[in-house]
């Protein structure tokens, strides 16, 4: 059993730990954290920690126990990092994160079940701002924020406040889209299959209107968090639905699931 706690490495880091780094936003591969040791590449803080367990463990001799994080979360208040906006953005990732099975570096493809610290703030709780304010709920029972979970599937996607789209700016260049929407399904890896000829968004065979399907198509895969829809100031997100006919545009998908 281990809890994790990327907030308090973040703090105590003295700037060496980006924000982004302990809330799982996307990284540059050039800002990705690399052990010297095992030239394994981390994207998040979790995982790092997560396999450091593990690394100690097996000098130890101790190589066949799974981890389980009994803790893990982020204050909505406190201090200057301690917000409602960050708080939302760790547990909502974390939550992601956890749901893809994708292991850490040093166990691919081994979930890592994970409890998150904690349900209702400590009002009463002597210490920090910060200490008594780790919450999902109030004491009272009203939520402190609303974790942004579409795309988790249908256990928790409970977000329908949230539902958004990445399009391609009407006004951007086209040149500059069109490098973006060659990057989405190169690079970013999107499955730009729906835009191929005969397949259902196709038309109208026209860079901003499949630029805009591939640019959503990675925003939500990237879990919607923040610089995601952006693709060198070509995107913005928006709340209308851009799908079309039989063209269905992954933002809508995801929220028929939840």
């Known amino acids: 059993m281990l809890n994790v706690y990327p907030y308090y490495d ?12 302990a809330l799982f936003r996307p990284l540059p591969p050039n800002k990705e954290a690399v052990d010297s040791n095992t030239l394994l590449h981390y994207t998040n803080v ?5 396999d450091a367990a593990y690394f100690a463990m097996s000098y130890l001799n101790f190589t066949s126990i799974p981890i389980t994080v009994t803790e893990s979360g982020w204050p909505s208040k406190g201090d200057s990092d301690a917000t409602l906006d960050n708080a939302n953005t760790y547990n909502s990732n974390l939550i992601k994160h956890v749901l893809k099975n994708t292991g850490t570096p040093k166990h691919p493809g081994i979930a890592v079940s994970t409890y998150i610290y904690e349900l209702y703030n400590e009002d009463l709780r002597p210490g920090s ?19 942004h979970l ?7 996607a409970n977000d329908t406040t949230n539902q958004t789209y990445c399009v391609a700016r009407e006004n951007a260049d086209k040149k500059m889209v069109q490098a973006a929407l ?4 190169g690079p970013g890896k999107v499955d730009c299959s ?8 196709y038309e109208p065979d026209i860079v901003f209107s499949h ?15 923040d610089g995601t829809c952006n693709f060198n100031g070509v995107a913005t997100v928006t709340t209308s639905d851009p799908s079309h006919g039989s063209c269905i545009f992954p933002g809508r998908y995801e929220f028929m699931l939840g």
Do not use: R
């Open 46 to 50: 979790f995982d790092a920690v997560v």
């Open 194 to 201: 729906p835009l191929l000829q005969g397949n259902p968004c």
């Open 129 to 147: 701002i910060s200490e008594t304010n780790w919450g999902l709920f109030y004491p009272s029972g009203a939520p402190v924020y609303i974790l």
């Open 10 to 21: 973040f703090m105590q880091s003295n700037g060496a730990i980006p924000l982004d780094y």
């Open 182 to 185: 060659d990057w989405a399904c």
């Open 211 to 225: 630029a805009s399907y591939a640019f959503d198509a990675y925003y939500h895969k990237m879990g919607m968090v």
């Open 150 to 156: 579409t795309g988790s599937g249908t256990v928790l």
